[in-house]
């Protein structure tokens, strides 16, 4: 029998100060910052829905929105949005909040994708992840693009496949300075 699970089931929040160490020279929190928070909210999304291991396959769509700032807070939510066989498709959505004026706005969104693999988890080979079914409005709007966007992303992973394997692993740089020889 095919598992089913609700994204309220793999919902994650995890909430963040933003300290002047996490700032980007611009002022606002450091892009890198922002999807290293993405990859963990995700990652634990991911894992209570499959209750297995899995690993990161692409961070799609980051849309930066709205800077963050300085002593905001940045609330990062995620939950597992379609899936296929062992893959699992993330919504992350970044809210960031001014803690003076309580002034909440939507700084990014993006969708990440996951794959479940054999782990210390979980070291059963044959496997299919549960299928999601959304409940709220905003999840049946998310949930409701997921087969076009696998469908997007497997011709994009497709191209760029073609693209990586025409390019080198040369270091010229480093046989002009006798560094590598």
């Known amino acids: 029998m095919e598992e089913i699970k609700h994204c ?18 611009f002022g606002f929190l450091f892009g890198g910052k922002l999807m290293t928070m993405i990859d963990d909210a995700a990652s ?4 209570r829905h499959c209750r297995r291991g899995a690993v990161t396959a692409s961070l799609d769509s980051l849309n930066f929105l709205k800077p963050l700032h300085e002593n905001h807070s940045v609330c990062v939510e995620s939950y597992v949005s379609g899936t296929h066989h062992k893959s699992m498709e993330v919504f992350v959505k970044i809210i960031g909040e001014n803690l003076t004026t309580g002034e909440r706005y939507l700084a990014a969104t993006c969708f990440t994708t996951f794959v479940a693999v054999p782990s210390h988890m979980n070291e059963e ?52 300075e006798g560094i590598d020889d």
């Not at 496949?161 to 480093?174: G, K």
């Open 125 to 176: 080979t044959e496997f299919t992840v549960p299928k999601v079914i959304p409940d709220t409005a905003e999840e049946k709007l998310v949930c409701a693009g997921y087969e076009k966007r696998r469908k997007q992303r497997l011709q994009e992973r497709e191209d760029y496949r073609a693209f990586a394997a025409q390019l080198s692993t040369d270091l010229p740089w480093l046989k002009n």
């Open 44 to 47: 634990i999304s991911v894992t």
């Open 8 to 25: 309220k089931e793999s919902i994650v929040i995890q909430t963040h100060r933003i300290f002047p160490f996490d700032l980007n020279p």
